[in-house]
């Protein structure tokens, strides 16, 4: 059970191009689901807090015009990288939070899209 | 603020000797504690966890974990290390509905 499924798993595109990832759990209901980047053997860094029906909570320093979220019903989260540039190009990562007991549970983690801008 | 610190970039063990991932907490209140693998171009795997109750935590694939409060570590160990068990590990801690994570160990174990 608690299975994150993210899509797509690679995408190569080229600077100026917006790029949509998105977040899914399979056989849960998650209220919450979490954007994260990750840099090459380092660790991850949270960007953004994706709430069902309500707006994304930004970590300090992200930019939410460039990196929009909307989280529309309690299977998906999608994260969109607008007008995207050769240093956004890195690892995104999403994980959801399985529902009840709240600090309880773990996160469970998609297995990332590599995204490569030219 | 809740921080947890992974003081080994890198740890080398032999097949079928025993590791350990060594994990630092600096908390307010009560931690909750978690262990996370991370395979090449993959996301995270849940390991096992610390809430509350018994020190020692059994988790997934024969790892355990040692919760030592007066040291405030959470390190992570396995008995008899594998080939296959070669990742970057994570140590995370639960602030409010985040989870913050350390900075990664990389295991390697070699044949």
């Known amino acids: 059970g608690a299975v994150v499924s993210q899509h797509p798993s690679r995408v190569i595109c080229k600077s100026g191009t917006s790029v949509k990832i998105e977040c899914r759990s399979l056989?849960?209901?998650?209220?919450?689901m979490f954007w994260y980047r990750q840099f090459p053997k380092k660790s991850l860094m949270l960007m953004a807090t994706s709430n069902e029906g309500s707006k994304a909570t930004y970590e300090q320093g992200v930019e939410k015009d460039k990196f929009l979220i909307n989280h529309a019903s309690l299977t998906l989260s999608t994260l969109t990288v607008t007008s995207a540039h050769p240093e956004d190009s890195s690892f995104y990562i999403c994980?959801?939070?399985?529902?009840?007991?709240?600090?309880?549970?773990?996160?469970?983690f998609g297995d990332g899209t590599r995204l490569s801008i030219l | 603020a809740q921080s947890v610190a992974q003081p080994e970039d890198q740890v080398n063990v032999a097949e079928g000797n025993p590791l350990t991932v060594k994990c630092t907490y600096s908390?307010?209140?009560?931690?909750?504690l978690f262990w996370y693998v991370q395979y090449p171009n993959r996301g995270l795997q849940f390991l096992l966890k610390?809430?509350?109750?018994?020190?020692l935590v059994k988790g997934s694939y024969g790892f355990e974990a040692e919760f030592n409060k007066s040291q405030t570590s959470f390190h992570l160990k396995k008995p008899s290390a594998l080939v296959s068990d070669s990742a970057l590990y994570f140590c995370a801690v639960r602030d409010g509905g985040k989870l913050i994570f350390g900075q990664g160990t990389e295991l390697s174990v070699k044949p």
């Open positions: 056989d849960f209901q998650a209220t919450t």
């Open positions: 908390v307010s209140g009560n931690p909750y």
């Open positions: 610390y809430i509350t109750g018994d020190n």
């Open positions: 994980s959801a939070q399985t529902p009840g007991q709240g600090v309880n549970q773990p996160q469970h």
